[in-house]
């Protein structure tokens, strides 16, 4: 990792993140959704940005694919460039946060230690780790992109729960089992403990 050029100082804001959430009448977070492709983390960032966004919050979704496209679009999926990935997409979900955001990403973030690197960035109670649980199997039946079909023939590398290790959360904030609950009860169970821990009201 390059090194900070001694030119190079932070230039502190007039505007605190405090203040900011005093006028979005919420709490900052980052709400990381994790799970294997095909567990549901996109199709529930989104839902739970639409309750959120229902409920008078400020929101944006981080999107694995989209943020490829240009975020992220020099980097293949090798190792080194997924932690790349994340690194970068921790980097914007914490400015995001002291915008007075309520940041939602869903990537595969395959390691612990990259999802730990990112939950370093922010205070304890504003990094909210969201475990998509589905079997590897499920998650093959519900590939309406065929991308587990070309991995097992060998047509793509690097691929998460086939060629490439997932390391699945330890001690998520949220864990929630996307094979037995449909799509309205995990936004549920996502909102309740936003309301439980005092991110909105």
Known sequence: MATLDSNIHWHKALVSPAERESRSGHKSVILWFTGLSGAGKSTLAHAVERKLFELNCATFVFDGDNVRHGLCADLAFSPQDRVENIRRVGEMAKLFTEAGVIALTAFISPYIADRNRVRALVAPERFIEIYCCCAVEVCEQR???????????????????????YEPPTKPEISLNTELLNLAECVEQVIAYLKVHKVIT
Do not use: M, N, W
Not at 145 to 165: E, H, Q, V
């Open 143 to 165: 590939d309406v992109k065929g991308l587990y079909a070309k991995a097992r023939k060998g047509l793509i590398t690097d691929f998460t729960g086939i060629s490439s290790p």
